[in-house]
C-alpha cells in the first residue's frame, strides 16, 4: 500500500527545473550501479559485474572522490566514468563542534535545498550518526522545531548516503575497516519524516550496510517514524532496520496535539501496525521516544497509561528531556520529575533511559534541527512585518 506525501505546506513555484546533473555513483545500490554502467555504454555488459565490484569499493569502503584515484581501473575508463557520473560531495556551509563533542554539519546538495546530520559520540557501540531524510517536514509536531520547516523535497539515496560520507570525512574513518572505528550506528531521526520517502531511504541503508562498503550491521540502523502506519511493514521487509516510533503521548487527544499525524493514523491503528513489525522480538525490540514537557505529558498516572499500552510489545522507551528551541511553548520537566516516570517503567519490567542531552548549544539536539538558510528566511521575513 503506498502512500501519498503531502506536499501542501511546500513552496509553489513555476521556475523551470535545473538541468540534469551528472548522477551520483554514491547512491546507486550494486544492481543499479551494474546497470547503470552497462546503460551508459561505459561498461560493456559482461565487464559490468567485475567493473561495479571494484568500483563500489573505491566509493563506500575508500570513500574516494575522484575517479582518477580508482588505481585498478584504467585511464580510459576512468575518463568514461568522469564523462558520465560523479563522485562529488555536497557543499558543507558550516560545521559546529559541541563542547560535549557533537559534531553537526549543515550540508547543501543544491540551492536551496539543504539539511543538517549530526554525529553524537558515545552512543551505540562507539558514535551515532543522526541523518536527514527530508528537507524540512510536514508533519508539523508542535514540540518539533524541524517541523516548523515547510518541506521542500525529499532527499534522495545519493543525498542520505552523502552525509554518512561526510561524517566518515571529518571522522578519517576511510577505509571502512578501521577496528577503532568511531561511527558504529546509523539513525534516521534527522530531518523529515523517512516513511514519506522510503524508497531512497531503503536504498540507502542497502547501501550502508553492504559487507564490501561502510559496512554497518542493519541491527546497528534505527529508522525513527511519527508513525505511517501502511509502510511499517514495507520499511521491514525492505530494510530489516531497527524501529523506533516517535510516540509522546499514550490518548489520542493529546498525540493528536503533539503529533498531528496521529489523527490520521490514531494510536489503536499504530500499535496494531508495531505489533506486526516484521522480526519483532526480544532479540529486536521497537524504540518509543517520548519528549518529557512539563505539565503536559509526564504525570505518574501518564507513566502507568504507557505501561498499559505498551503491554506485549518487546520494547524500550527513550525519555527525551525537551530541548527548547526560539518560539517555543512547551518547557522541559524537571529532573525528579523524569526520574519518577523512569521509576513506573522500570518497576513495569521496561528499560527506561532517560537520554543525556547532547549538542543544545548548537541546536543539534533531539528536535532542534532546521537548516540555516530556513533561519535567515524566516528572519529576514520577521524583519519586513515589522518594517511594515
Known sequence: MGVTLDLS??????????????????????????????????VPEDKARMRASQIWRWIHHHGVTDFAQMTNVAKEA??????????ARPEIVERQVSKDGTRKWLVRFAPGIEAETVYIPDVGRAGALCVSSQVGCTLNCSFCHTGTQTLVRNLTAAEIVAQVQVCRDDLEEWPSDKEDRRLSNIVFMGMGEPLYNLD??????????????????????????SGVVPQLDPLGKRTAAMLAISLHATNDDLRNELVPLNKKYPLEQLMAGIRAYPGLSNARRVTFEYVMLKG???????????????????????????????GTKYECSDWPTIERFAAVLNRAGYASPIRTPRGRDILAACGQLKSESEKIRASALRAMVQVD
Open 78 to 87: 576512468q575518463a568514461a566514468l568522469a564523462e558520465a557520473f560523479t563522485l
Open 9 to 42: 505546506r511546500a513552496p509553489k513555484t513555476d521556475a523551470a527545473p535545473p538541468p540534469a546533473a551528472k548522477p551520483n555513483l554514491s547512491g546507486l545500490t550494486r544492481d543499479q550501479l551494474r546497470a547503470a554502467l552497462v546503460e551508459t555504454g561505459v
Open 200 to 225: 531512497n531511504v531503503a536504498d540507502a541503508i542497502e547501501i550502508i550496510s553492504d559487507n564490501e562498503g561502510v559496512a554497518l550491521s542493519r541491527r546497528r540502523i534505527t529508522v525513527s517514524t
Open 296 to 326: 503536559v505529558n509526564d504525570s505518574p498516572a501518564e507513566a502507568k497509561a504507557l505501561v498499559q499500552l505498551l503491554k506485549g510489545i518487546p520494547a524500550k522507551i527513550n525519555l527525551i528531556p525537551f530541548n527548547p528551541w526560539p
